[in-house]
């Protein structure tokens, strides 16, 4: 008897934020600071400037989904040497 | 009588999402899109690249955090007219 399987292929959105290290210093974010009370704002201070990064991944599941993510942060989309990286992924 | 008032102030981080407006073009989640293929990621698409950005606020109320992050992003971290952005609020 001849068995065959349908594999659902969904569509997931990840998430992605991609920070310098909490360690290291991040020029972006204390220009940032710098100029919050120039424009009125003197309450806002430790400012830090990652990138966000939104995709979507066809897989079979969320944790596949959360493979491929993590993946493509690794090889390509973060520097771990400086960055560091979160994910969250959620289906459309 | 008289009577004193004590406020007290309140640390909240903010997290910001600065992205492209959907309807944009933008180069660098495409440019992106296009290497996902070539690291061994064809499931990956629609990637959109923007800026995440957290920074410490001192309010006396969540609301007034907000208000504040608020203020930052349309003076300071978005360009409006190319970008939208998202704020969650939580105090620390």
Request: some cysteine.
């Amino acid at each position: 008897m001849q068995q065959s399987y349908i594999f659902a292929v969904m569509k997931y959105v990840a998430e992605i934020n991609v920070m310098p290290h909490k360690n290291l210093l991040d020029p972006q974010g204390k220009a940032v600071s710098g100029s919050m009370a120039a424009i009125g704002l003197p309450q806002v201070s430790n400012v830090r400037v990652g990138k966000h990064i939104s995709l979507e991944i066809e897989a079979l599941n969320e944790n596949e989904a959360f493979q491929k993510a993590d993946e493509a942060c690794k090889k390509l989309l973060a520097n771990q040497v400086m960055e560091y990286y979160e994910i969250s992924i959620h289906s459309i």
